[in-house]
C-alpha cells in the first residue's frame, strides 16, 4: 500500500462504548473552525461555556475556566510591560508550577514564543538552547536559577530575567532579575493566526545539537483532539499527569482539559509509591504513563486499595508488551498504546481494550502514512523502512526547526516528515515499532542525545575517542553505555566519567554503564560500529553505576 490513512473503526464512539453521546472532542472540531484554533480563542470561548468549572489543579491552586483565561490576559499584559512583542522568545526553565502555565497562556495570548527548558539541562546543552533560540527574557524558577551559572561563557543570556519562588536576586552576574511580576490589567487578544508558533520545544539531536521543534497554535488544537479521541475522553473527566510540563505529553493533556471540558490534575513529579494514592485523592479518571513508570508501579508491594480508584484509562506509549496484561489485571487500568512526536502529532493509537499491546496501534485519522526505503519508496505491507508522515488538517504538525533550515529540509523531504524509525505494517492496517534508524537513546520517558554524551566526554583529557549507545534497560527502553577510548599511557576510572559530566549535561543523560577499550570496532572509513558495541551488551568488562553503587548529582 503506498499510503495509507487511517484504519481504526469508524465509529468511534462505539468503540469505547458511547454509542449515544457526542464526543466533546467531535463537538471541539466543530466549534473551532481553523481560524479560531488559537489558544486566546478557545480559552475565551470554553471560558464562556464552562465557567467555575475548574480547569488546572496545580499544588494549592485551583484555576476555573474562567479564571484561566483571565489569567492569561493578564500574564499577557504583565509580558507586554516588560518589553515582550508578538514573534519574541521567553525560555521558561520551571517544575510542574501554576507559573509555568501562566507565563506559557501569557504568551500564546499575545503571540510571543515560550520556549520550554528541561530542568536537568546544564552546561553544553543549555547553552546551546539560549544560542539558538536568543529568548528577549528568561523567567526561571528560583532552584534552577544556579544551572544558568553553567551556561559557557560568551553565550548572550537574555536582557530580563523574572525569578519564580523567590525575592529578585541570582548568583549570575549576567542576569538582570526580578521576581514574577504579579498580575495586573488585561490584555486584549493579539493578532494570531493557527500556523504561528506558540511554542519551540527541544528534542534530541542525533548527529548534532538539540533541534528546537516550532509548534504552532494549532497542532497544539489537534494534539488535544487526537490524544482525546485515542483515550476515550469524555467531559468532566478528571486528567492525572505527573509528567513534565516542558515535554510534549504534559503540555498536550492541558490542551485535552481545556478543549473537552475536563480538570487538569498536575503532580509535582511522578512517584512509583505515592502514584495511586494522588490518583485517589484527586478522583482521577484519566491517566499518563511512559515507558518504564508502569513497569515501577507493578514493582510495588501489592496492596488491597490497588484497583480502589476511578482511573479508567491510562496512555501508555512505550511500554513493554508483557507489562499490559499484567496491569490491567492488577490495577483494572487498560494502557491505551500510542505513537507520536514533537514534530508530529498523537499520529497512532491503539485500540480500548487493547488488541495487540505493546505496539503502535493504527493511523490517526487525518493523518497519512507511508514505510519507506531509503530513496522513500513506499515498501508493501510486512516489509520494515522508515516511517514517514503527512498531516491533512492544516498546521496539525510542526513548521520546521528554528534557525535550522538545512536540518527542517533534510527532516521534511519530498513533503513528508521522516521519523527516524524503522516501522512495519500488516495487512490489517497494525503498525508495529521495530527500532530507531537514528542514533538516539530513551530513557525513562526521556530523550537522550548520544552525541551530546559524546561531545562531553571525549572533553576529558584522558578520553581519545568515545561511543555512546543503548543497551536494553530492566525497567524498558533503554540505558546509556559509554565505550571509551583512552589517549596514549592515561588511564581513567569510570567513577570520574560520571562525575565530569555531572553538572554539564542532564543527569539522565550520564551512562550507566562504561567500557574502557584498547580498540574501538571501526568501520572501513574510520566510523566507529555502535552496532557491534550494542550487540555485545552488558560484557564481564563493563562497569555498572548501579551495580557500584554510585549516585549522580543532580
Known amino acids: 500500500m503506498i499510503v495509507t490513512k487511517n484504519e481504526a473503526p469508524a465509529n468511534i464512539s462505539k468503540a469505547i462504548g458511547q454509542e449515544n453521546v457526542t464526543p466533546a472532542w467531535a463537538r471541539a472540531v466543530t466549534s473551532f473552525p481553523p481560524s479560531d484554533r488559537i489558544l486566546s480563542t478557545i480559552l475565551t470561548r470554553q471560558a464562556e461555556r464552562y465557567g467555575e468549572r475548574i480547569l488546572l489543579v496545580a499544588g494549592e491552586a485551583r484555576w476555573t475556566f474562567a479564571q484561566?483565561?483571565?489569567?492569561?490576559?493578564?500574564?499577557?499584559?504583565?509580558?507586554?510591560?516588560?518589553?515582550?512583542?508578538?514573534?519574541?522568545?521567553?525560555?521558561?526553565?520551571?517544575?510542574?508550577?501554576?507559573?509555568?502555565?501562566?507565563?506559557?497562556?501569557?504568551?500564546?495570548?499575545?503571540?510571543?514564543?515560550?520556549?520550554?527548558?528541561?530542568?536537568?539541562?546544564?552546561?553544553?546543552?543549555?547553552?546551546?538552547?539560549?544560542?539558538?533560540?536568543?529568548?528577549?527574557?528568561?523567567?526561571?524558577?528560583?532552584?534552577?536559577?544556579?544551572?544558568?551559572?553553567?551556561?559557557?561563557?560568551?553565550?548572550?543570556?537574555?536582557?530580563?530575567?523574572?525569578?519564580?519562588?523567590?525575592?529578585?536576586?541570582?548568583?549570575?552576574?549576567?542576569?538582570?532579575?526580578?521576581?514574577?511580576?504579579?498580575?495586573?490589567?488585561?490584555?486584549?487578544?493579539?493578532?494570531?493566526?493557527?500556523?504561528?508558533?506558540?511554542?519551540?520545544?527541544?528534542?534530541?539531536?542525533?548527529?548534532?545539537?538539540?533541534?528546537?521543534?516550532?509548534?504552532?497554535?494549532?497542532?497544539?488544537?489537534?494534539?488535544?483532539?487526537?490524544?482525546?479521541?485515542?483515550?476515550?475522553?469524555?467531559?468532566?473527566?478528571?486528567?492525572?499527569?505527573?509528567?513534565?510540563?516542558?515535554?510534549?505529553?504534559?503540555?498536550?493533556?492541558?490542551?485535552?482539559?481545556?478543549?473537552?471540558?475536563?480538570?487538569?490534575?498536575?503532580?509535582?513529579?511522578?512517584?512509583?509509591?505515592?502514584?495511586?494514592?494522588?490518583?485517589?485523592?484527586?478522583?482521577?479518571?484519566?491517566?499518563?504513563?511512559?515507558?518504564?513508570?508502569?513497569?515501577?508501579?507493578?514493582?510495588?508491594?501489592?496492596?488491597?486499595?490497588?484497583?480502589?480508584?476511578?482511573?479508567?484509562?491510562?496512555?501508555?506509549?512505550?511500554?513493554?508488551?508483557?507489562?499490559?496484561?499484567?496491569?490491567?489485571?492488577?490495577?483494572?487500568?487498560?494502557?491505551?498504546?500510542?505513537?507520536?512526536?514533537?514534530?508530529?502529532?498523537?499520529?497512532?493509537?491503539?485500540?480500548?481494550?487493547?488488541?495487540?499491546?505493546?505496539?503502535?496501534?493504527?493511523?490517526?485519522?487525518?493523518?497519512?502514512?507511508?514505510?519507506?526505503?531509503?530513496?522513500?519508496?513506499?515498501?508493501?505491507?510486512?516489509?520494515?523502512?522508515?516511517?514517514?508522515?503527512?498531516?491533512g488538517e492544516p498546521f496539525a504538525f510542526a513548521t520546521g526547526y528554528f534557525g535550522m533550515p538545512e536540518k527542517t529540509v533534510e527532516a521534511w523531504r519530498n513533503l513528508w516528515f521522516h521519523s527516524g524509525d524503522r516501522v512495519v505494517r500488516d495487512p490489517g492496517g497494525h503498525y508495529r515499532f521495530i527500532d530507531r534508524m537514528k542514533d538516539s537513546i530513551r530513557r525513562r520517558g526521556e530523550n537522550v542525545s548520544s552525541w551530546e554524551v559524546e561531545q562531553t566526554i571525549q572533553s576529558h583529557p584522558a578520553v581519545a575517542a568515545c561511543a555512546i549507545y543503548p543497551l536494553p534497560s530492566e525497567l524498558g527502553e533503554d540505558e546509556v553505555a559509554a565505550a571509551i577510548l583512552l589517549e596514549p599511557g592515561q588511564s581513567l576510572d569510570p567513577v570520574d566519567v560520571i562525575r565530569h559530566c555531572e553538572g554539564q549535561i542532564a543527569y539522565f543523560a550520564i551512562p550507566r554503564y562504561v567500557r574502557i577499550l584498547s580498540q574501538m570496532p571501526l568501520t572501513e572509513n574510520g566510523k566507529i560500529k555502535k552496532g557491534v558495541l550494542r550487540d555485545a551488551g552488558v560484557t564481564a568488562d563493563t562497569w555498572d553505576r548501579e551495580a557500584a553503587g554510585v549516585k549522580v548529582r543532580r
Not at 543570556?157 to 490589567?185: C, F, H, K, M, Q
Not at 505496539?359 to 505491507?381: H, K
Open 68 to 391: 484561566t483565561a483571565a489569567i492569561a490576559a493578564a500574564s499577557a499584559q504583565a509580558l507586554i510591560d516588560a518589553g515582550i512583542k508578538p514573534g519574541d522568545r521567553v525560555a521558561l526553565m520551571c517544575s510542574n508550577r501554576p507559573e509555568f502555565l501562566q507565563v506559557y497562556l501569557g504568551c500564546a495570548w499575545l503571540g510571543a514564543i515560550a520556549v520550554p527548558i528541561n530542568t536537568a539541562l546544564r552546561g553544553f546543552q543549555l547553552s546551546h538552547i539560549f544560542r539558538n533560540s536568543r529568548p528577549a527574557l528568561l523567567v526561571v524558577e528560583a532552584q534552577f536559577a544556579s544551572a544558568i551559572e553553567s551556561v559557557e561563557a560568551g553565550v548572550e543570556l537574555p536582557p530580563r530575567t523574572w525569578i519564580i519562588g523567590a525575592a529578585a536576586g541570582a548568583s549570575d552576574a549576567r542576569l538582570s532579575a526580578v521576581a514574577l511580576p504579579a498580575r495586573g490589567a488585561a490584555a486584549p487578544a493579539g493578532a494570531v493566526r493557527p500556523g504561528d508558533t506558540v511554542a519551540i520545544l527541544y528534542t534530541s539531536g542525533t548527529t548534532g545539537p538539540a533541534k528546537g521543534v516550532c509548534c504552532p497554535q494549532a497542532q497544539l488544537f489537534w494534539w488535544g483532539i487526537y490524544s482525546a479521541r485515542a483515550l476515550g475522553i469524555r467531559e468532566g473527566d478528571v486528567l492525572f499527569t505527573t509528567l513534565p510540563l516542558f515535554h510534549t505529553n504534559a503540555l498536550n493533556a492541558f490542551y485535552q482539559a481545556l478543549l473537552n471540558g475536563c480538570t487538569y490534575v498536575l503532580e509535582s513529579k511522578f512517584s512509583a509509591s505515592g502514584f495511586w494514592a494522588a490518583a485517589r485523592r484527586h478522583d482521577a479518571t484519566v491517566g499518563y504513563l511512559l515507558g518504564a513508570m508502569a513497569s515501577m508501579l507493578l514493582a510495588q508491594p501489592q496492596s488491597a486499595e490497588d484497583s480502589t480508584h476511578r482511573l479508567r484509562v491510562a496512555l501508555g506509549g512505550g511500554v513493554p508488551p508483557q507489562i499490559h496484561g499484567p496491569f490491567r489485571e492488577r490495577f483494572g487500568v487498560p494502557l491505551v498504546d500510542g505513537y507520536g512526536s514533537t514534530e508530529t502529532n498523537f499520529v497512532f493509537a491503539g485500540r480500548i481494550p487493547p488488541d495487540r499491546p505493546g505496539t503502535m496501534g493504527y493511523l490517526a485519522d487525518g493523518i497519512e502514512a507511508r514505510i519507506v526505503d531509503e530513496n522513500d519508496s513506499a515498501l508493501p505491507d510486512g516489509e520494515a523502512g522508515e516511517l514517514v508522515l503527512r498531516a
